[in-house]
């Protein structure tokens, strides 16, 4: 069964906190240490300032409200989703996944130019915001693919594609390995494939790609690495602190978007908000824990667009060993989260894409 959905978080919660942000118990800090310990003190301040006196969740709650949301039951989980219909009957549908610490609000400003091709459904992954915390183990990517197979049966869409970028990349590509059949294509902005040692020679751009590519592999970053191994001890802390909430997704954003196209505080505050509302840190990281490492395969085209300010950047004559690539664009704008720091660009060339793949059909 498939049931409208109103965002509506009670008022209590709300209250809470702000009480919490007000009582917070704020560390010291080494004078000038910058970015050298982590996040710093004061634009930690200023960000937990705004979010306390001047943000306001019903405001952006309200606009949120102007859209179609619903929510059904997929393999015991509660799965929350968007669904906007096109104009046109005929248009193809396109399932768009979000990845951590993003959410499904990491589409809104690509809704509209997409809508204008496309019937969009964009759910939220199992454990992460409105779809609430998983209850067993098991939710992988694979699982979440099995599920957005089902919640596409559900809305009658039989042939459709799918976009997504870091864990959503992932899930679009193990959706389509599930069900090849109905996946057209899938377009992504994140693949970060490891060495390939009969790949042959590289360019000089390639191989610094790779180097970096190689590094990450070594040393899985601190992050992810809490969320690999002990999400569960991590989540006490993060659901425990908001100003913890805060900080541990504001120094993903401040590493992973573009200088020249950073998300602003509201945005990212709505983002954070979710996270802390639904109480879904410690199942959201569970994500990181559940799926093993590795590329996933794709057995339908691939379109790729590469974001100058991402984490990786996808080297094609690796992904082309792999993967039927039909489309690769270079952007030196954007960065991880490119559906929010250029949504121009990326509806764009996710448009570009199915419409060729469309065409020769």
């Not at 005929?90 to 204008?116: C, K, M, N, Y």
Request: glycine share 6%; charged share 25%.
């Amino acid at each position: 069964m498939i049931e409208p959905f109103r965002v509506h978080v009670p008022q209590a919660d709300l209250d809470d906190l702000a009480d919490r942000l007000a009582r917070t118990r704020w560390p010291n800090e080494i004078d000038g240490a910058g970015w050298d310990y982590g996040f710093p003190l004061a634009r930690l301040r200023q960000l937990a300032d705004h979010w306390r006196t001047r943000y306001d969740w019903r405001a952006h709650e309200a606009r949120l409200n102007e859209l179609p949301h619903y929510t059904t039951e997929i393999d015991g989980q509660r799965i929350h989703f968007l669904h906007l219909r096109a104009d046109n009957p005929d248009a193809l549908p396109l399932i768009l996944t979000h990845g951590w610490p993003g959410s499904f609000l990491e589409f809104l400003d690509v809704l509209e130019p997409l809508r204008r091709d496309f019937h969009l459904v964009v759910p939220s992954i199992p454990g992460f915001g409105f779809s609430g915390p998983t209850r067993e183990r098991g939710w992988d990517v694979t699982r979440v693919a099995r599920a957005w197979a089902e919640l596409m049966h559900r809305l009658g869409y039989e042939r459709y594609g799918a976009h997504g970028g870091d864990f959503g990349a992932g899930i679009s590509t193990a959706l389509a390995a599930h069900a090849p059949d109905r996946v057209v294509g899938v377009h992504v902005t994140y693949l970060p494939l490891p060495p390939d040692p009969e790949a042959g020679t590289l360019s000089a751009t390639d191989e610094a790609r790779l180097d970096k590519v190689r590094a990450l592999r070594a040393n899985r970053p601190p992050y992810q690495s809490l969320q690999a191994t002990t999400p569960q001890t991590l989540g006490y802390a993060l659901t425990d602190s908001p100003v913890g909430q805060l900080a541990w997704i504001a120094e993903r954003f401040a590493h992973w978007t573009d200088p020249a196209a950073p998300v602003d505080d509201e945005r990212l505050l709505t983002g954070v908000s979710l996270y802390w509302l639904t109480a879904t840190a410690a199942s959201s990281a569970r994500l990181t824990r559940e799926t093993p490492r590795g590329a996933t395969s794709c057995p339908v085209p691939l379109g790729v667009a590469v974001f100058a300010h991402d984490i990786t950047l996808a080297i094609r004559q690796l992904v082309e060993r792999r993967y039927h690539v039909r489309h690769w664009s270079e952007f030196d704008r954007g960065g991880h989260f490119a559906a929010m720091e250029v949504p121009d660009l990326l509806a764009e060339d996710v448009r570009t894409f199915f419409t060729a793949l469309t065409a020769a059909s």
